[in-house]
């Protein structure tokens, strides 16, 4: 094939159902293989027990092979606990490593964010928060008095003047 050219989806398709084919041929020499060797080492470890013979003796092969089956599971139980013991053991080591190498904190990028998004996306979608301190203060109205300046009216503005300083003396 040369570099242009693709190939076709149908030749796609046969090479992988030959591919699969053949990996499923394996599979299934690979069990009946297994099922060999398992049948070839119970040949050869547990031979068929020997039946002739009384009950007494049948009785007697009983007990030999309770004791060897007691025996291995004790074996077995062992080798779990050292396994066990072992995957801990590994498992507290890899903690170490991971302490001892130390938690690399990445480079923070500048966010630019409003006071108002932050604090909402701290406190979630729900609380309504604002930062706008303009509108959270207490809103106060100035008398607007009018003052006329005249030349004759200099005791009224004084005697005004002396109330507001009043006021302040008394707060």
Not at 58 to 70: G, P, S, T
Not at 135 to 142: G, R
């Amino acid at each position: 094939m040369s570099e242009g050219k693709k190939m076709t989806s149908s030749r796609r398709h046969h090479l992988k159902s030959l591919i699969l084919q053949i990996a499923a041929s394996w599979i299934e020499e690979e069990t009946k293989e297994t099922e060999a060797a398992k049948a070839a080492y119970l040949a050869e470890h547990c031979p068929n027990p020997d039946l002739s013979g009384d009950q007494a003796a049948l009785m007697e092969i009983c007990k030999k092979l309770h004791q060897a089956l007691d025996k291995i599971d004790e074996e077995r139980y062992d080798a779990e606990a050292k396994v066990t013991k072992s995957d801990k053991e590994i498992e507290d080591l890899k903690l170490k490593v991971v302490e001892l190498a130390g938690v690399k904190k990445p480079a923070l990028k500048k966010v630019r964010m409003s006071a108002d998004t932050m604090l909402q996306a701290l406190l979630g979608g729900k609380h309504k928060v604002t930062m706008d301190l303009r509108s959270n203060l207490k809103q106060v109205k100035k008398e607007v008095k009018e003052e006329v300046r005249h030349a004759g009216r200099w005791r009224v503005n004084i005697e005004d003047k002396a109330d507001r300083k009043k006021m302040f003396e008394t707060s």
